[in-house]
């Protein structure tokens, strides 16, 4: 499923709740727990899941182009 197929399931799920108006929830819901990650913080939703960011420190890997070793960095 996605973004669009999510937006069109939920509005048709609550009655008097628009296309736009879901979007612009599900909108604001993904920004605010993308904040929180940034900040560190950890976002815990009951019945759904919980949100956090690691650090994928670097590790080596091989380049799929040359077949090459090469490093991957960390990333957030």
């Known amino acids: ?3 669009a197929q ?3 399931r939920l ?3 609550v009655e008097g ?3 736009k108006q879901t979007e612009q929830f599900l909108n604001a819901l993904t920004d605010t727990i ?3 990650l940034k900040e560190g913080r950890e976002v815990t939703i009951t019945g759904f899941g919980t949100f956090l960011s690691r650090i994928r420190y670097a590790r080596g890997g091989v380049n ?3 077949s090459k070793p090469a490093i991957i ?3 957030l």
Do not use: A, F, H, Q
């Open 64 to 66: 799929r182009l040359n």
């Open 1 to 3: 499923m996605n973004k």
């Open 17 to 19: 709740v628009s296309k």
């Open 6 to 8: 999510l937006i069109e």
């Open 34 to 36: 993308i904040s929180e």
């Open 11 to 13: 509005s048709k799920e």
């Open 73 to 75: 960095s960390n990333k």
